[in-house]
């Protein structure tokens, strides 16, 4: 599981967020048990990239693994959506956090209002 996480990882600073996922999708059909770190390195990829829908995909992947969501998973899924301009299901993401009581970083508030702004939805 370590080499893997790596190599998602690596595929995560170069970029290739497709990559990430072949090498998650590949871990996955060989009965390879993926960690919080292998799955947050893929979100992360996603999120880079901007595909923001991948990385959602995956934090549901994680969820149905029964592993726990971590201030990193949300963090980069949120991430993923204000560079998506996803900004709906960014505050969506901020509220599932807030409900399983994960303590929001600065990066988290940070990348919620960017969202938010990039989206013209402003309340008020």
Known sequence: VVTLSSA??????????EKALQLFTLASCRKIECNAITFNATISACE???EWEKAIQ???VMTQSKLELDIISFSAAISAC??????????QLFSVMMQRQ???NAM????????????CSWAG
């Open 58 to 60: 995956q934090l549901s």
């Open 8 to 17: 998602v990882s690596a595929c995560e600073k170069a970029g290739e967020w």
């Open 48 to 50: 880079k990239s901007g």
């Open 102 to 104: 994960a303590e929001p």
């Open 108 to 119: 988290v508030h940070n990348a919620v209002i960017s969202a938010c702004e990039k989206g």
């Open 82 to 91: 204000e560079t998506g301009v996803a900004w709906e299901k960014a505050l």
